[in-house]
């Protein structure tokens, strides 16, 4: 803990008296992209995007999830509202332009998913989970012949899926058929360092290389 101390010491010291103009600057709060990701440790939006201090409205949850759209409140106030109310006023109040939804290799969401005795112990998170059951569904009517396979496809048709829930979503379709939002689906390899971007037409990941245009 001392070590996140002496961090914090370090950035008044060091890169907020030499960039106070900037930080000062952030009063307001507009950022351009709406980033959805996993609480894993080892994801950095920021680092990931070489972004600064106020362009990214960040949304971190387990696995990277996007309830699927009701309009029952009770059912939305009962686990999902922290997520759901974010969005809406990501969307609604700071008008962002951009949404991604990042998920990642070696996710542990994907992986204790499966495992029965491990999720008795975490009724939170088996509850929160269940909503991987649409992604789950996709990944065995493919057949995985192994169990690594049988992950790294639920890593990549959850980013798939996500999607699929967050344009269930009045004011995000509308806003996405007016071309007044884009959205895209990220997967972070973590090893690689590589990020694959999901084409919503071929409904394919490939890699975000050179200044390709996303397409």
């Known amino acids: 803990m001392q ?3 002496q961090g914090a010491i370090k950035f008044y010291e060091e890169d907020y008296n030499n960039q106070k103009s900037f930080y000062r600057s952030l009063q307001e709060n507009n950022p351009h992209t709406l980033f959805i990701t996993c ?3 080892r994801i950095d939006p920021n680092r990931l995007t070489h972004s600064k ?3 990214l ?3 971190r949850n387990i696995g990277n999830m996007i309830p699927p759209f009701r309009d029952d409140d009770t059912e939305l106030a009962e686990g999902y509202l922290a997520t759901t109310s974010s969005i809406e006023y990501s969307i609604c109040k700071l008008k962002v332009k951009n949404i991604i939804v990042c998920g990642h290799s070696n996710c542990g ?6 495992d029965e005795k491990m999720l008795e112990e975490m009724p939170y998170v088996r509850r929160w989970l269940k909503l991987l059951q649409p992604t789950i569904d996709t990944v ?3 057949k995985p012949e192994s169990e690594h396979r049988k992950i790294w496809l639920t890593e990549l048709q959850n980013i798939s899926q996500q999607l699929h829930n967050l344009l269930s979503y009045p004011f995000v379709e509308q806003r996405f058929n007016r071309g007044e939002l884009q959205i895209y689906g990220w997967y972070y390899n973590i090893m690689s360092g ?3 971007n999901y084409n ?3 409904r394919e990941f490939k890699p975000i290389v050179g200044d390709k245009p996303l397409a």
């Not at 969401?109 to 499966?114: G, H, K």
């Open 109 to 114: 969401a994907c992986s204790v998913v499966y």
């Open 140 to 142: 065995e009517a493919m």
């Open 200 to 202: 919503l037409i071929t």
């Open 194 to 196: 590589q990020i694959l």
């Open 39 to 41: 609480v894993d440790s």
């Open 57 to 59: 409205y960040v949304i």
């Open 3 to 5: 070590e996140l101390f």
């Open 53 to 55: 201090p106020g362009e």
